[in-house]
T-cell receptor, first 114, second 114 residues
């Protein structure tokens, strides 16, 4: 079945450091890929998405490129801020005729220190 | 728009008690989902629905029931609560054909079973 594996946390960085959170997936077909973010005590919010191979999703300085050849969707940011401290989830979507479900990775907790 | 609204936000149950988590959305989405989130485990799908009158099991349905009598509402019922059901529960909705697979999440319901 479909699955998502992401880099284990927690990850601790200093402000303005470069961030990479690795995400790889296993899927039949061509799923859409997502990064969601969960700030402390809140629900999940969409951070960015990509719907086909070689697409780059971007938002708030974060980027991720849909790499079909390596089945990856790594999240990057050039300079993190304290306000980026959160849990980040990589996910893939199953097709709408399979219920449109999202399959999530286990989440990576990021802590950014001033 | 309110989006996806869940109630209650917090609840403590005794072993063997029953309760219903309410979820309503005002985006006219046909697809709705219930996930549970356990520390370090990501989100696991409990049940989902692709339209009023249609429900289906997800990855971890045991101990739960759902119904979908209207497009807007998707309540989750816990019968005979057990400590293993202590978790944070998230309701979500989507329109896969229009929103490109994105799920919209509620703020979560934290349930503790003692």
């Amino acid at each position: 079945g479909n699955s998502v594996t992401q880099m284990e946390g927690p990850v601790t960085l200093s402000e303005e450091a470069f961030l990479t959170i690795n995400c790889t997936y296993t899927a039949t077909g061509y799923p859409s890929l997502f990064w969601y973010v969960q700030y402390p005590g809140e629900g999940l919010q969409l951070l960015l998405k990509a719907t086909k191979a070689d697409d780059k999703g971007s938002n708030k300085g974060f980027e991720a490129t849909y790499r079909k050849e390596t089945t990856s969707f790594h999240l990057e940011k050039g300079s993190v801020q304290v306000s980026d401290s959160a849990v980040y989830f990589c996910a893939l979507s199953e097709s709408y005729n399979q219920g449109g479900k999202l399959i999530f990775g286990q989440g990576t907790e990021l802590s950014v220190k001033p | 728009n309110a989006g996806v609204t869940q109630t209650p936000k917090f609840r403590i149950l005794k072993i063997g008690q029953s309760m219903t988590l309410q979820c309503t959305q005002d985006m006219n989405h046909n697809y709705m989902y219930w996930y549970r989130q356990d520390p370090g485990m990501g989100l696991k799908l409990i049940y989902y629905s692709v339209g009023a009158g249609i429900t289906d099991k997800g990855e971890v349905p045991n101990g739960y029931n759902v119904s979908r009598s209207t497009t807007e509402d998707f309540p989750l019922r816990l019968e005979l609560a057990a400590p293993s059901q202590t978790s944070v529960y998230f309701c979500a909705s989507s329109n896969p054909e229009r929103e490109g697979g994105e799920l919209f999440f509620g703020e979560g319901s934290r349930l503790t079973v003692l």
